[in-house]
């Protein structure tokens, strides 16, 4: 059987991240992870194939798993219950073309600012401050405190799970003994047997905390599955 995808929702994508309901041009869904449903069509399947690609170009956790395995049925009739109950499928993909405008957005000013500062130092700066307040300037799309607020703690999360693995890495390899070149024998040092927690792809742990508010579906057991794995 086919692995099943499963992307987590950012907080600034979570309906209960905010105590006010966002506009409608800000999308949000109650649900922390969504799957990637199996398409019965080409055009679904070419749908989720760019939402894969993309979110994971973003940096959002993506996870897998298969339903064949075993106590997954359960898991999975529950997930698709609620999912069809609030329109999930509809939400990924809301959010998908959202944040796709946004990097658009983003690169085009990006290259904007580059080729006025290119041109004119004084004019970039000026067209630096025009952009105070985030909005992008095209297709309507803007973020607003809340959400740069929750962006810039998950960008913050993020830092601090790299500074983390790298430092659980250099402590891995000082901890392995150097070998005798001069010994009767090596000793081989085995790896460790997967604990059973979730891993991301350097197998460092990944935590996943229980939701608070309204979120219809939080599987805060996924970090105690062996069977799920990042990527």
Known sequence: MAITCIVAIPSY????????????????????????TPASSEILTTRNT?????????????????????????WFTKYEKLAKKNNWDDD???????????????????RKRDEIASKDKIGSVVYSVKRVGGCFGKNNMSIDYDERKLRREEEAKEEERRWKLADNQLKERSAVPVPDPFADSEEVVDDEENSGELKDDSGMEAKTTVGEGTEAFDPAVLSRHSWLSRG
């Open 92 to 110: 990924i993909w809301k959010i998908w073309q959202r944040e796709h405008g946004l990097k658009i957005a983003e690169n085009d000013s990006q």
């Open 50 to 74: 760019t939402i894969l690609k993309d979110v994971r170009a973003w940096g959002w956790n993506v996870y897998s798993t298969k339903r064949s395995l075993p106590n997954m049925e359960k």
């Open 13 to 36: 994508y979570r309906s209960s991240s905010y105590v006010f309901v966002p506009p409608e041009k800000h999308p949000t869904t109650t649900a922390r992870y969504i799957i990637l």
